[in-house]
């Protein structure tokens, strides 16, 4: 996650402000104190598309590595 909100100048604010957490839920996220459960893995997803598209790709692509082709995330 802090790959992606640094690379597209996302902020920890930011993100919490879309998904509805605060922002010490982010701060866990981002600094790897804990991992975000499935269902907001994929809240994430939503909300980083809703900001830059481009980024929401990468956070997949990252976070899920192998687990999805890219022409899965098209559509």
């Given at each position: ?31 790897e ?13 939503k ?9 929401a ?12 082709k ?6």
């Open positions: 996650m802090k790959t992606v909100l640094e690379t597209y100048d996302i902020s920890q604010n930011k993100l919490a402000t879309l998904l509805g957490v605060r922002r010490s839920v982010v701060f866990r996220w981002f600094h104190q804990r991992d975000p459960t499935a269902e907001t893995v994929s809240e994430i997803v909300a980083l598309n809703s900001v830059n598209p481009e980024a790709q990468e956070f997949v692509k990252l976070y899920l590595g192998e687990l999805i890219p022409e899965d995330l098209e559509g």
